[in-house]
């Protein structure tokens, strides 16, 4: 008896989640990737004490959602496993450029990708394949996927992209050894020029370090 895996193609719909209007005040327009299971809706608590006027944030929401304990009350999402990962990512990115799409930011703005936990794979992917012009790369105690070479960031360099990656000293997921890996790696995607910040504090994001990227 044969088993054959196969693949077909369809038309998906998946949500995502805004903070504030998109007005002629707003300066900063925020695409923020949530960890593994969040909802985008409720991620967006983390940006709610942003200057209102002046922020924008766009919240992709995780396509594969699933119950967070046996009571399946609480819903929380992942973007990606290890299970068809290629095809998988890109469908997450066909996904992400058409929320970009939809929302058609104008060029006046500044743009500041934000990736937390998993988010950080997701943000540096689509960053990357399209090649995008933000203003700010944040990445938010999180591991950089592992195809990633030192040629895929080179255009953040001629964009004069700031890249700043923060990990707390008490982050639960991320032991001493792997958090040395990951610095060292760090420096070699970013050729030195992304900026290391390792504050106090656990695997949780801190409202006050979000306002120094404004």
Wanted: proline residues 4%; hydrophobic residues 35%.
């Amino acid at each position: 008896m044969d088993q054959v895996e196969k693949q077909v193609t369809f038309q998906a719909t998946n949500s995502y989640e805004t903070l504030n209007t998109l007005t002629a005040k707003t300066r900063n327009v925020w695409v923020v990737f949530h960890g593994i299971g969040y909802l985008s809706r409720y991620f967006l608590k983390y940006f709610n004490e942003l200057p209102p006027d002046e922020n924008y944030i766009i919240a992709p929401q995780a396509p594969s959602k699933y119950y967070l304990n046996n009571q399946y009350r609480h819903v929380g999402a992942s973007w990606l496993t290890k299970e068809n990962t290629t095809m998988e990512t890109t469908n997450v990115l066909a996904y992400l450029d058409a929320v970009w799409a939809r929302e058609n930011i104008p060029e006046t703005c500044k743009l500041i990708v934000f990736g937390f936990s998993q988010g950080v794979s997701i943000a540096t992917r689509w960053v990357t394949h399209r090649k995008l012009k933000c203003h700010h790369l944040v990445l938010y105690a999180g591991g950089l996927p592992k195809e990633l070479v030192p040629e895929d960031f080179e255009f953040l360099t001629k964009n004069k992209t700031e890249v700043t990656w923060l990990v707390g000293d008490q982050d639960e997921y991320i032991t001493p050894e792997r958090l040395q890996l990951e610095s060292k790696r760090m420096v070699t995607l970013f050729s030195r020029r992304a900026k290391q910040i390792i504050f106090v504090g656990r695997h949780k994001i801190q409202k006050e370090l979000l306002n120094q990227f404004l």
